[in-house]
Protein backbone atom coordinates (compact mmCIF):
# COMPACT_ATOMS: atom_id res chain seq x y z
CA UNK A 1 0.00 0.00 0.00
CA UNK A 2 2.66 2.59 0.58
CA UNK A 3 4.76 1.82 -2.48
CA UNK A 4 1.75 2.27 -4.60
CA UNK A 5 1.11 5.49 -2.45
CA UNK A 6 4.68 6.72 -3.22
CA UNK A 7 4.49 5.70 -7.02
CA UNK A 8 1.18 6.93 -7.40
CA UNK A 9 2.67 10.42 -5.97
CA UNK A 10 5.93 10.17 -8.07
CA UNK A 11 3.49 9.56 -10.87
CA UNK A 12 1.82 12.98 -10.47
CA UNK A 13 4.77 14.94 -9.59
CA UNK A 14 5.92 13.77 -13.24
CA UNK A 15 2.89 14.53 -14.68
CA UNK A 16 3.44 18.29 -13.36
CA UNK A 17 6.60 18.49 -14.27
CA UNK A 18 6.68 17.40 -17.67
CA UNK A 19 3.90 20.16 -18.71
CA UNK A 20 5.62 22.65 -17.20
CA UNK A 21 9.35 22.22 -18.68
CA UNK A 22 7.25 21.56 -21.79
CA UNK A 23 5.70 24.87 -21.79
CA UNK A 24 9.60 26.83 -21.38
CA UNK A 25 10.53 28.65 -24.44
CA UNK A 26 12.46 27.75 -26.34
CA UNK A 27 16.54 28.74 -26.04
CA UNK A 28 18.22 30.67 -29.00
CA UNK A 29 21.89 29.94 -29.29
CA UNK A 30 22.76 33.25 -29.93
CA UNK A 31 20.35 34.94 -27.82
CA UNK A 32 19.60 33.32 -23.84
CA UNK A 33 16.12 34.28 -23.61
CA UNK A 34 15.20 33.39 -19.53
CA UNK A 35 12.96 35.17 -17.28
CA UNK A 36 15.71 36.23 -15.41
CA UNK A 37 17.44 37.64 -18.30
CA UNK A 38 18.01 41.51 -18.35
CA UNK A 39 16.04 43.75 -21.14
CA UNK A 40 18.96 45.15 -23.04
CA UNK A 41 16.82 47.41 -25.49
CA UNK A 42 18.55 50.54 -24.02
CA UNK A 43 22.06 49.10 -24.13
CA UNK A 44 21.41 47.86 -28.16
CA UNK A 45 20.59 51.53 -29.09
CA UNK A 46 23.42 53.26 -26.94
CA UNK A 47 25.46 50.55 -29.02
CA UNK A 48 23.84 51.50 -32.47
CA UNK A 49 24.47 55.15 -31.68
CA UNK A 50 27.74 54.87 -31.03
CA UNK A 51 27.23 55.90 -27.33
CA UNK A 52 29.77 53.10 -25.60
CA UNK A 53 30.42 54.66 -22.76
CA UNK A 54 26.88 55.13 -21.95
CA UNK A 55 26.00 51.25 -23.37
CA UNK A 56 29.79 50.42 -20.99
CA UNK A 57 28.31 51.94 -17.48
CA UNK A 58 24.83 50.26 -18.24
CA UNK A 59 26.32 47.03 -18.87
CA UNK A 60 28.12 47.19 -15.60
CA UNK A 61 25.49 47.34 -13.43
CA UNK A 62 23.72 44.64 -15.06
CA UNK A 63 26.79 42.46 -15.23
CA UNK A 64 26.97 42.96 -11.17
CA UNK A 65 23.43 41.27 -11.27
CA UNK A 66 23.28 38.89 -13.98
CA UNK A 67 25.63 36.69 -15.08
CA UNK A 68 24.46 36.17 -18.98
CA UNK A 69 26.06 35.23 -21.69
CA UNK A 70 24.54 38.40 -23.95
CA UNK A 71 25.65 40.85 -21.35
CA UNK A 72 29.07 39.17 -21.87
CA UNK A 73 28.96 39.69 -25.12
CA UNK A 74 27.69 43.00 -25.53
CA UNK A 75 30.24 44.20 -22.74
CA UNK A 76 33.10 42.53 -24.59
CA UNK A 77 31.70 44.10 -27.95
CA UNK A 78 31.34 47.71 -26.18
CA UNK A 79 35.06 47.38 -25.11
CA UNK A 80 36.32 46.42 -28.04
CA UNK A 81 35.14 49.37 -29.65
CA UNK A 82 36.30 51.24 -27.08
CA UNK A 83 39.66 49.73 -28.12
CA UNK A 84 40.25 47.89 -24.69
CA UNK A 85 40.83 44.39 -26.70
CA UNK A 86 42.48 42.75 -23.41
CA UNK A 87 39.38 43.24 -20.94
CA UNK A 88 37.20 42.61 -24.72
CA UNK A 89 38.33 39.46 -24.78
CA UNK A 90 38.19 38.43 -21.09
CA UNK A 91 34.06 39.07 -21.67
CA UNK A 92 33.68 36.94 -24.69
CA UNK A 93 35.54 34.11 -23.42
CA UNK A 94 33.21 34.73 -19.79
CA UNK A 95 30.17 34.61 -22.24
CA UNK A 96 31.71 31.42 -23.75
CA UNK A 97 32.12 29.27 -20.37
CA UNK A 98 28.36 30.24 -19.86
CA UNK A 99 26.97 29.58 -23.06
CA UNK A 100 30.24 27.84 -25.74
CA UNK A 101 27.61 28.29 -28.52
CA UNK A 102 26.76 31.59 -28.41
CA UNK A 103 27.14 32.45 -32.13
CA UNK A 104 27.32 36.57 -31.84
CA UNK A 105 30.71 35.79 -28.91
CA UNK A 106 31.96 33.53 -31.68
CA UNK A 107 31.52 36.40 -34.36
CA UNK A 108 32.56 39.13 -32.00
CA UNK A 109 35.79 37.32 -30.67
CA UNK A 110 36.75 36.49 -34.50
CA UNK A 111 36.49 40.01 -35.07
CA UNK A 112 38.34 40.89 -32.00
CA UNK A 113 40.86 38.43 -33.77
CA UNK A 114 40.80 39.66 -37.06
CA UNK A 115 41.15 43.35 -35.73
CA UNK A 116 44.18 42.39 -33.38
CA UNK A 117 46.16 40.72 -36.59
CA UNK A 118 45.61 36.72 -34.88
CA UNK A 119 43.68 35.06 -38.23
CA UNK A 120 44.79 31.84 -37.12
CA UNK A 121 42.46 32.63 -34.40
CA UNK A 122 40.08 34.13 -36.00
CA UNK A 123 40.15 31.03 -38.41
CA UNK A 124 39.01 29.05 -35.47
CA UNK A 125 36.17 31.27 -34.66
CA UNK A 126 34.79 30.87 -38.20
CA UNK A 127 35.46 26.84 -38.39
CA UNK A 128 33.23 27.06 -34.59
CA UNK A 129 30.74 29.08 -36.74
CA UNK A 130 30.32 26.67 -39.44
CA UNK A 131 29.72 23.92 -37.32
CA UNK A 132 27.12 25.75 -35.30
CA UNK A 133 25.72 26.70 -38.44
CA UNK A 134 25.77 24.47 -41.25
CA UNK A 135 23.10 25.94 -43.19
CA UNK A 136 24.75 29.61 -42.68
CA UNK A 137 23.87 32.80 -40.56
CA UNK A 138 24.54 36.41 -40.02
CA UNK A 139 27.18 35.61 -37.62
CA UNK A 140 29.26 33.30 -40.35
CA UNK A 141 28.57 35.54 -42.81
CA UNK A 142 29.84 39.08 -40.72
CA UNK A 143 33.03 37.22 -39.95
CA UNK A 144 33.72 35.57 -43.13
CA UNK A 145 33.17 39.24 -44.49
CA UNK A 146 35.84 40.62 -41.54
CA UNK A 147 38.39 38.18 -42.69
CA UNK A 148 38.09 38.67 -46.24
CA UNK A 149 38.85 41.75 -45.49
CA UNK A 150 42.11 41.90 -43.44
CA UNK A 151 42.83 38.96 -46.08
CA UNK A 152 42.19 41.55 -48.95
CA UNK A 153 43.58 44.20 -47.70
CA UNK A 154 47.03 42.36 -46.43
CA UNK A 155 47.51 41.17 -50.10
CA UNK A 156 47.28 44.62 -51.48
CA UNK A 157 49.63 45.97 -48.84
CA UNK A 158 52.31 44.17 -50.09
Known amino acids: MIKYALFGAA?????????????????????????????????????????YEGALAELRDLAEDHQQADVYNLLGFTLRKTGDFKTSLTYYTKALELQPN?????????????????????????????????????????????IDTKTASAKAAN
Not at 19 to 37: C, R, S
Not at 118 to 130: C, F, G, P, S, V
Open 11 to 51: SLCAVVIIPAAAALPAFAVDNMETTDAPDLTSVRAKIDAKD
Open 102 to 146: HKGAREYLGELYVETGNMDKANEQLATLKQLCPSGCEELEDLQKA
